[in-house]
């Protein structure tokens, strides 16, 4: 809506909530991605994914804030590596550099890009472009990148995490959102189990991220309306909040607190059917119940190859308390459907059916 981009007055312009908010392309681009991944269909894939893909990869590529050049704001950024100016993730933070959410969406989309390429045998030049930039891009900003102004460094002494923003005094807005990160655990593959195996060190910071993210969570942590929570904790395996996480977005229980524009519609809690007013009686919202399914599901099955468009592998239960009985068909990569239960503690029951004829790919669900 525009009124959110239109607050803003004096020097901060032209950086408002959703403006120069880029990242989000990226996440979307995969999503088109991972349906060319499920069923094969390169029809789809040339016509519809690949489209959308390379137009996103040459946005980041061409967009003028993506430079190796030396910043006039930033002059101690002269490393021959690509970093990305003036940026907004996150709503809270405006005009950022290299912020986490930016640099995650980057070293994502080109992967995916360049894979999509490959297999439909085309755009050889772009691969070229992308590649060159890939292999040139600044790592995902941690805590301990040396060019975080002293009065954001919130995390300096703890174990290496992801890290949210990076900016330069004037910019972004006078209350940024600093400290861990969670994007790489959440978005475009590149940090889930099986990163265990394919980036151990991407893995070790990922851990390091979660463990602090988590250190001061409660039953509410992860249940407010656009909390990723859910898909955090079982992409990182984690079955000790999901299902807590997911009754509490379906129920609202934060409703009351991080809502707001009640003095037009008087409401505070949700409506009858579960639908809130989040900004407005015009703003209905069911973000929550997204995040909610997305975690289900990922708890009950994932198939991921641990990095961008790679492989994937099947985990069954990866995120599950097995004590609490459940029983799924899913569809996995490449075609496969799986079917499993659980029930006491145990996996009672696995059936993988391959309808394309690939190779199969399975993380040894039993101890041993």
């Keep these: 809506e525009s009124r959110w981009d239109f607050l803003n007055t004096g020097e901060k312009r032209p950086y408002a909530w959703c403006t120069h908010f880029f990242s989000s392309a990226a996440f979307l681009g995969y999503h088109y991605y991972l349906r060319y991944a499920y069923?094969?269909?390169?029809?789809?894939?040339?016509?519809?994914a690949y489209p959308m893909i390379s137009k996103i990869c040459e946005f980041f590529r061409t967009y003028p804030g993506t430079t190796k050049e030396v910043y006039p704001k930033y002059p101690h950024v002269a490393d021959g590596k690509y970093h990305i100016y003036g940026t907004t993730d996150g709503e809270s933070n405006w005009g950022a550099y290299d912020s986490c959410g930016s640099i995650t969406a980057m070293h994502?989309?080109?992967?995916?890009?360049?894979?999509?390429?490959?297999?439909?045998?085309?755009?050889?030049?772009?691969?070229?472009l992308w590649q060159e930039i890939l292999d040139n891009l600044t790592d995902i900003p941690t805590n301990k990148r040396s060019d975080i102004p002293k009065e954001q460094k919130e995390?300096?002494?703890?174990?290496?995490?992801?890290?949210?923003?990076?900016?330069?005094?004037?910019?972004?807005?006078?209350?940024p959102r600093i400290g861990a990160a969670s994007y790489p655990l959440v978005h475009l593959d590149l940090c889930t189990l099986e990163t265990k195996y394919k980036n151990p060190e991407l893995y070790r910071i990922g851990v390091n991220t979660y463990n602090i993210i988590n250190k001061d969570a409660d039953e509410r942590t992860g249940t407010d309306e656009m909390s990723g929570a859910p898909r955090m904790w079982a992409i990182m395996g984690d079955n000790s909040r999901l299902i807590t996480a997911m009754s509490g977005q379906l129920r609202c229980i934060t409703a009351a607190e991080e809502h707001c524009w009640y003095d037009a519609n008087g409401r505070k809690a949700p409506?009858?059917?579960?639908?809130?007013?989040?900004?407005?009686?015009?703003?209905?919202?069911?973000?929550?119940l997204g995040n909610a399914a997305a975690g289900l599901q990922l708890g009950l099955m994932q198939c991921t190859g641990g990095a961008p468009a790679a492989p994937g592998v099947i985990?069954?239960?990866?995120?599950?308390?097995?004590?609490?009985?459940?029983?799924?068909?899913?569809w996995a990569r490449d075609g496969f459907k799986v079917e499993a239960a659980c029930e006491n503690g145990d996996m009672t029951f696995c059936e993988i059916t391959s309808t394309l004829g690939g190779e199969g790919r399975l993380h040894n669900p039993y101890e041993g």
């Design 39 to 48: 069923t094969g269909d390169k029809e789809y894939l040339r016509e519809k």
């Design 271 to 288: 409506y009858a059917n579960r639908l809130t007013a989040r900004e407005g009686v015009n703003a209905i919202s069911a973000q929550r």
């Design 155 to 175: 995390l300096a002494d703890d174990p290496e995490c992801l890290y949210h923003w990076i900016f330069a005094p004037g910019d972004g807005w006078p209350f």
């Design 315 to 330: 985990y069954l239960f990866p995120a599950w308390d097995k004590n609490n009985g459940a029983q799924f068909c899913l």
């Design 108 to 128: 994502g989309i080109f992967r995916v890009g360049i894979e999509c390429a490959k297999i439909l045998g085309i755009d050889e030049d772009k691969i070229y």
